[in-house]
């Protein structure tokens, strides 16, 4: 039997492995590298991963080459909110692609996500004035104390600081209501697309587990890929954990025994002894 190859990949290992990837198992990419199939099996879990992350990527290109795309980029002010109203939009389709994903709601997706966006607005801009009628509040004070025997000069002094901070007083108010009607009409998108917890549980649990739903599901590429890696991350775990099973535990009685003891895992130990000794 020859011996496995240890440490880290080498460049030629990691072509080939990937070359492979989609071709082969583990085991056979394993011996054509002469390693362990659980390090093809960890590289595999990696690669599907990055595939996740790429799936983002695609999502996001697939979406500048919708009819709407240029006329939403005109409603956003700068490029931060661009890279947020992508990323949510993203998500999004992620969460919604099981269940197919019509013209509409994708118009309703959009209108969710400049709603939120318009929310971040009147947020910050609330923030701004509320710190510009501290500072006013405060050059008011100042005037107070420092002219407090001059009751005419205070007055003068005070009364464009007293103008702008009712004016920012009002700002505020007119804030907070276009905030309260924003994030009403914030709530009813939700409620369009199902995306609060309480409806999508109503509607699972309203629509059971058929096998027509089943057949739904697996013709989903999301659900493929999402349970493809899980069954990958099973594997590798399974993989490790056998391996640290098979290894000598010292026992609170101070003996020393291996707990998962199979024929394979003789046949490995014995093998390991052969090529340190």
């Given amino acids: 039997m020859s011996e496995k190859k240890r440490g880290r990949l080498s460049k030629e290992e990691e072509l080939i492995i990937s070359q492979n990837l989609d071709l082969k198992s583990d085991d056979e990419i394993a011996a054509m590298i002469n390693r362990e199939a659980a390090v093809v099996a960890k590289v595999r879990a990696s690669a599907i991963v990055t595939h996740s992350n790429e799936s983002l990527v695609d999502i996001i290109d697939q979406l500048k080459r919708k009819f709407f795309w240029k006329e939403t980029l005109s409603q956003l002010l700068d490029y931060d909110e661009e890279v947020y109203f992508q990323q949510y939009w993203a998500n999004l389709v992620q969460q919604f692609a099981s269940s197919g994903i019509l013209t509409t709601d994708e118009l309703m997706m959009r209108d969710l996500i400049i709603l939120d966006i318009l929310l971040n607005r009147s947020n910050h801009a609330k923030r701004n004035a509320t710190k510009e009628l501290r500072d006013v509040e405060a050059q008011m004070e100042a005037i107070y104390e420092g002219y407090y025997d001059d009751p005419i000069q205070r007055v003068v002094l005070l009364e464009p600081l007293q103008n702008r901070a009712n004016g920012l007083r009002g700002a505020m108010k007119a804030l907070s209501e276009e905030y309260k009607l924003l994030q009403d009409k914030k709530d009813k998108k939700y409620d369009q697309l199902k995306a609060t917890r ?53 026992y609170e009685n101070g003996k020393l025994d291996r707990p998962f003891l199979t024929p394979e895992a003789e046949e490995r130990a014995n093998a390991e002894q052969q090529t340190t000794t």
């Fill in 198 to 250: 309480q409806l999508r549980l109503e509607k699972t649990e309203k629509a059971g587990h058929s096998f027509f739903d089943l057949v739904k599901m697996l013709d989903s590429p999301e659900y493929r890929e999402r349970e493809g890696r899980m069954n990958d991350l099973y594997k590798v775990c399974a993989e490790v954990a056998r391996m640290r099973f098979e290894q000598y535990h010292k």
